[in-house]
């Protein structure tokens, strides 16, 4: 993580991804890469338990794909 | 944001969220908590709201605006960002078929409510038991939504920073500013 300000920080893809693998360890028991995987290939189920981690993972998108 | 959540919920003297950009990039962040994103915000109740909002650079024919992909708020009883102890929350997609490439449609409103509880009417079973797996359709609901629930709920009772004439004008302005400009999804699969 680099600090860019008191408030902002930059994440890199590998930080990123390591805290939706931890998020995703802890609430599912799966990887961090099998979330995403499941989530979009639409066989996620109860993404509340997930959603903040897939908001994290929008920062992995390039902008095309907003 | 931090102005608006100083003035009523947040406990005193907490910074507030943080803001995350990806490496080298500015055209999107996520507005989420602080020291880690997933971290959930203290409140002056000593629950926690956990924050988590995507945002994105887009061109609009008024220039080029921030906008909202994906926002999650989640009201707990604890500072665990993984408890299973959450008491509500509200999640928001802009668009699902950007990720979500499955032949059936989204399955859930694009904007909707959860809530942590039992059905107490006479003996109705639900399937899965409780109301926490329903998702109840909702209008967007912005931070300054969730605030404002959490402020002005007495059943919540949480103590405000500040009495509500000082708090009440500033979410009533921001709530002027997004409301008008709101993406509204479908209140459910089309």
């Given at each position: 993580?680099?600090?860019v300000n008191?408030?902002?920080?930059?994440l890199?893809r590998?930080?990123?991804?390591?805290?939706?693998d931890e998020?995703?360890?802890?609430?599912?028991?799966?990887?961090g890469?099998e979330?995403?995987e499941l989530?979009h290939?639409?066989?996620?189920?109860?993404?509340?338990e997930?959603?903040?981690?897939?908001?994290?993972a929008?920062?992995?998108?390039?902008?095309?794909a907003? | 944001?931090q102005?608006?959540?100083s003035?009523?919920?947040l406990?005193?003297h907490h910074?507030?969220?943080?803001l995350?950009?990806?490496t080298?990039r500015r055209?999107r962040?996520?507005?989420a908590g602080?020291g880690?994103?997933?971290?959930?915000l203290p409140?002056?109740?000593g629950?926690f709201?956990?924050v988590?909002?995507?945002?994105?650079?887009?061109?609009?024919?008024k220039?080029?605006?921030v906008?909202?992909?994906?926002?999650a708020?989640?009201?707990?009883?604890?500072?665990?960002?993984n408890t299973?102890?959450?008491?509500f929350?509200?999640d928001?997609i802009?668009?699902?078929?950007?990720?979500?490439?499955?032949?059936?449609?989204?399955?859930y409103?694009q904007?909707?409510?959860?809530?942590?509880?039992?059905?107490?009417?006479g003996?109705i079973?639900?399937?899965k038991g409780?109301?926490?797996?329903?998702?109840?359709?909702?209008r967007r609901?912005?931070?300054e939504?969730?605030?404002r629930?959490l402020?002005?709920?007495q059943?919540?009772?949480?103590p405000?920073?500040?009495p509500p004439d000082?708090?009440?004008?500033?979410?009533?302005?921001?709530e002027?500013?997004f409301?008008?400009i709101?993406?509204?999804?479908?209140l459910?699969?089309?």
């Amino acid at each position: 993580m680099v600090q860019v300000n008191e408030s902002e920080v930059e994440l890199s893809r590998e930080e990123i991804l390591g805290l939706i693998d931890e998020g995703a360890r802890h609430r599912l028991g799966i990887r961090g890469e099998e979330l995403l995987e499941l989530y979009h290939r639409g066989q996620l189920r109860d993404l509340g338990e997930v959603a903040d981690l897939l908001v994290l993972a929008t920062l992995l998108e390039d902008q095309a794909a907003a | 944001m931090q102005l608006l959540l100083s003035h009523t919920i947040l406990e005193a003297h907490h910074p507030g969220p943080g803001l995350y950009w990806p490496t080298g990039r500015r055209d999107r962040a996520d507005l989420a908590g602080r020291g880690k994103p997933q971290e959930p915000l203290p409140l002056r109740d000593g629950r926690f709201l956990k924050v988590g909002i995507a945002l994105f650079i887009a061109d609009t024919d008024k220039g080029r605006r921030v906008k909202v992909s994906d926002s999650a708020y989640q009201y707990q009883a604890d500072p665990d960002p993984n408890t299973k102890n959450w008491i509500f929350r509200y999640d928001y997609i802009r668009d699902p078929t950007a990720r979500y490439n499955d032949s059936q449609p989204y399955p859930y409103p694009q904007a909707h409510l959860q809530i942590n509880a039992e059905l107490l009417v006479g003996d109705i079973k639900l399937p899965k038991g409780s109301l926490d797996h329903i998702h109840f359709p909702t209008r967007r609901m912005p931070l300054e939504g969730i605030i404002r629930l959490l402020a002005e709920e007495q059943q919540f009772g949480i103590p405000c920073a500040d009495p509500p004439d000082i708090w009440r004008p500033l979410l009533s302005a921001a709530e002027a500013e997004f409301l008008p400009i709101a993406h509204e999804a479908p209140l459910g699969p089309s």
